[in-house]
Each structure stands twice: as structure tokens, then as C-alpha cells.
């Protein structure tokens, strides 16, 4: 199994900017391709952004234009660059691979909290 270790999230106003770092134990992380996952209260879990071992990225519509997503193999860690940041953004942001069925034990997440 692979070990997933979420970290980056925080309180920040509307309109600011966080960057979300996931570090993944295992060789062969560069292999799969990786998804940021939020989950906010009473709500189910979405993927918001995915990249492919080939690192195309793909973007739910709600996070497109403000969420990049990126990966350094060499460090076995993807990131999620979060810009002009919404209230609704607000969530456990998570991160696995994006094929949901093929997904590994989920990390503890990291808390992203959007507030005047």
C-alpha cells in the first residue's frame, strides 16, 4: 500500500491562494495518474483536478482557470495550486489516484477553510 501524506491547507480570505503538497511512499508513484479530492461537510467526495503519469491535467468546471495541478516524480509528490480561492472551495482536500476504483487507503487530508 501506499502511503499518502496530504499537507498545505490553512485559513485564508477569499480572493488568496494556498498550494496543497501530497507526498506518496512508493517507487513507483510516477506510474499512476493523480487526482486532488475534496470533501466538504455533508457532502460527498469530488475530484476536482486529475494529471496523467504523461501529465496532461484535467479540471472539474467549478475549480477551471484557478486550480493547477502538478506532480515531481522525482520527489514522489503532486501538488494543487489553488488561486483566487472561493468560500466554496472550502473542504478536506485529499489526494489519490484518479481511477476512484483503483484508489489507495485515503490520507488524513489537509483542511482548506475560505473566510473573511
Known amino acids: 500500500q501506499v502511503r499518502l501524506v496530504e499537507s498545505g491547507g490553512g485559513l485564508v480570505q477569499p480572493g488568496g491562494s494556498l498550494k496543497l503538497s501530497c507526498a506518496a511512499g512508493g517507487s513507483i508513484f510516477g506510474l499512476y495518474d493523480m487526482g486532488w479530492y475534496r470533501q466538504a461537510p455533508g457532502k460527498q467526495r469530488e475530484l476536482v483536478a486529475t494529471?496523467?503519469?504523461?501529465?496532461?491535467?484535467n479540471y472539474t468546471d467549478s475549480v477551471k482557470g484557478r486550480f493547477t495541478i502538478f506532480r515531481d516524480n522525482a520527489k514522489n509528490t503532486v501538488y494543487l495550486q489553488m488561486n483566487s480561492l472561493k468560500p466554496e472551495d472550502t473542504a478536506v482536500y485529499y489526494c489519490?489516484?484518479?481511477?476512484?476504483?483503483?484508489?489507495?487507503?485515503w490520507g488524513q487530508g489537509t483542511q482548506v477553510f475560505v473566510s473573511s
Open positions: 494529471i496523467t503519469s504523461g501529465l496532461r491535467t
Open positions: 489519490n489516484r484518479a481511477q476512484y476504483a483503483s484508489r489507495w487507503l
